[in-house]
C-alpha cells in the first residue's frame, strides 16, 4: 500500500518514518519531503513544481497521489488544510487524513475559534474580537495589562503580542491593523485576557463526521502530552522561534489535570465538531495553559505539532498506519493505543542567526557511529545535496532555520534527555546553534 504525505517539515519526516514501519506500507510518497525523507526507507520524495504543467493547488497534489497510486493521503501542515487539501483528496476518492476546509478553520481564524469555544462551553480566556481599531483601543484602555492581542488568520507565528503594558497592547493593535505586520491576517483582532501558567500540548487524534456522530461513533483520543520549547535561548529567554526542542510526556501534566482537560475541553471540543455538522478526519492540537483553575484552551490546530510530533510519535507502540485507517473509517474509537513506558527529549538544531536571516546551503556532517540506541534524527530544514560525496553517501545541506531535531528515548526522563544531547553531539554545521536545558527545570516558557 502506497501513501502521500504532504509537507516537508520535521513533522513530516517523522510521519513518513512512522508509516513507513507500517507493514502494510510499501512506500511513502513525500511531496515535497526533505533531505530526512529522502534519505528514509521506503520513503520517495516528489517536487510538486516538476510536476504541475496545466494543473494548479490541490489538483497537483492530487494528481501525484492517483500516478502513485496512493490509497492514502497524510497532509502535514495547516496551510493546504485551510485550503481544502482534504476534500480534494476525498472527492478524488483517495481518504485524507486531516479535516475537510471549514473545521481546518479552526486554526485559520483566531476568531472562529473562539466563538466555537465559548459556544460549546470549551475553557478558554475571555476575549473580545474587533474589526474595528478605535473600539479595539477602548476596550484595552478597559481591560488594562497584561492582555493580549491576537491577529484573526494564520500568521506563522508572528501574530500574537503578549502586552505587558496598555501601551504595547494599544502599539501592537496598530502595527497588526494599520501597519500590514501580517497583511490580511491582521484586519481583525482577537484581544484576550491574559492567562498565568505553565504551557503544554495535548496532540489527539479525531474521527468526527455527521455519519460516524449518528453511529455514535465519533470520538477525540488524546495522545500523551508533550511540551514545545519556543524561546531561542536556555531559560525561556529570547526571542520566540518556531520551537527549539520538545518531550513528552509532560510530568507536570497529572492524572487531575487530564482529567479535568478531558472534561472541560476535549468533550466540548467533539460535541461542538459533532453539532457544527464538520467532517473532521485528523490531528487536532490543543495549546493548553495550565492555570490555578485548571487547564485553559489558548488554541487549536488542525495538525500535529512541530516539533511536539518528533517527540511523541517515538512513543507510539502502534501501527501508525492502522490508526490512520481507524480515523478515516470510523472505527477509531475501538483502536488499541498502546505507548512506550519512557520519554522522549528531542532539542532542535538551528541555522546561525535564526529567528532573523540565516545563511542556507550549509554542508551538515552527521557521524553515524555517535547516534545513540533508540535516538533518531528528523530533518526539517535541510536538503539532500545535488552531488553526492565521493563515495556515493548522499549528504545534507540546510536549507531552512530550524534544521533538524535529535529525539530520542529512555526509559527515564535523564536517559532520553543524555541520549539526545549526545546524538547532538554527532551533528556538525557552521553556526549550528542549540538550546542545552530543553525539558529541564526553569526551560519551558511560564507567566
Ligand atoms: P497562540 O498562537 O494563540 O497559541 O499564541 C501564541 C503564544 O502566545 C502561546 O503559545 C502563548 O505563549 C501566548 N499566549 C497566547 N494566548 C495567551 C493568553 N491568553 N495568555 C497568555 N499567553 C498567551
Ligand atoms: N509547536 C507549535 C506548533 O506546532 O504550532
Known amino acids: ?64 497521489a492517483q500516478d502513485n497510486s496512493c490509497t492514502l493521503a497524510v497532509v502535514g501542515p495547516e496551510n493546504p488544510l485551510a485550503e481544502g487539501m482534504a476534500d480534494a483528496f476525498w472527492k478524488a476518492g483517495i481518504p485524507a487524513v486531516g479535516p475537510k476546509y471549514a473545521a481546518a478553520q479552526l486554526e485559520a481564524s483566531k476568531d472562529l475559534a473562539k466563538d466555537f469555544m465559548q459556544k460549546y462551553g470549551v475553557a478558554c480566556a475571555e476575549s473580545k474580537t474587533f474589526t474595528d481599531e478605535a473600539q479595539a483601543l477602548t476596550y484595552i484602555e478597559e481591560k488594562g495589562a497584561p492582555i493580549v ?3 484573526d488568520g494564520l500568521a506563522a507565528g508572528k501574530g500574537v503580542i503578549v502586552a505587558q503594558t496598555v501601551q504595547q497592547a494599544k502599539d501592537a493593535v496598530k502595527e497588526l491593523m494599520e501597519g500590514g505586520m501580517v497583511g490580511d491576517a491582521g484586519k481583525k483582532l482577537v484581544i484576550e485576557q491574559y492567562l498565568r501558567g505553565a504551557e503544554i500540548s495535548i496532540l489527539a487524534a479525531v474521527s468526527v463526521t455527521p455519519e460516524y456522530a449518528k453511529e455514535g461513533k465519533a470520538c477525540i483520543v488524546p495522545f ?49 465538531l459533532v453539532a457544527e455538522g464538520y467532517d473532521y478526519r485528523g490531528f487536532i492540537f490543543f495549546g493548553l495553559m495550565l492555570t490555578a483553575e485548571g487547564p485553559k484552551c489558548l488554541e487549536y490546530n488542525v495538525r500535529l505539532g512541530d516539533p511536539e510530533t518528533q517527540a511523541v510519535l517515538p512513543l507510539m507502540d502502534f501501527d501508525f498506519k492502522k490508526m490512520c485507517d481507524a480515523i478515516v473509517d470510523g472505527s477509531l474509537k475501538s483502536f488499541d493505543f498502546k505507548w512506550k513506558k519512557g520519554y522522549v527529549v528531542a532539542p ?18 552527521i557521524a553515524k557511529a555517535k547516534i545513540a540506541s533508540d535516538a533518531k534524527i528528523f530533518v526539517a530544514g535541510a536538503i539532500e545535496e545535488r552531488c553526492a560525496h565521493k563515495d556515493g553517501t548522499p549528504s545534507l545541506v540546510t536549507s531552512g532555520g530550524r534544521v533538524l531535531a535529535c529525539s530520542a528515548y529512555g526509559d527515564t526522563f535523564d536517559e532520553a534527555w543524555k541520549k539526545a544531547y549526545s546524538t ?3 551533528v556538525k554545521f557552521k553556526d549550528m546553534f542549540y538550546r542545552k536545558d530543553i525539558g529541564l527545570p526553569g526551560a519551558a516558557e511560564s507567566n
Open 1 to 64: 500500500m502506497k501513501v502521500i504525505v504532504i509537507g516537508n517539515g520535521g513533522r513530516e519526516h517523522a510521519i513518513a518514518w512512522k508509516l513507513a514501519q507500517s507493514s502494510s506500507v510499501t512506500d511513502v510518497i513525500c511531496v515535497p519531503g526533505n533531505g530526512g525523507t529522502a534519505l528514509e526507507e521506503k520513503c520517495t520524495n516528489i517536487d510538486p513544481s516538476s510536476y504541475s504543467g496545466e494543473l494548479s493547488g490541490n489538483d497537483v497534489f492530487v494528481k501525484i
Open 149 to 151: 492581542v491576537k491577529a
Open 224 to 272: 500523551l502530552s508533550a511540551r514545545d520549547h519556543k524561546r531561542l535561548l536556555d531559560g525561556a529567554k529570547g526571542p520566540n522561534t518556531g520551537g527549539m526542542g520538545a518531550i513528552s510526556p509532560v510530568d507536570d501534566v497529572t492524572p487531575l489535570i487530564m482529567s479535568q482537560f478531558e472534561k472541560n475541553i476535549l468533550e466540548p471540543t467533539l460535541k461542538g
Open 348 to 365: 532542535v538544531a538551528v541555522s546561525g542567526g535564526y529567528p532573523k536571516s540565516y545563511k542556507k546551503g550549509i554542508p551538515i556532517e
Open 424 to 426: 547532538m553531539g554527532a
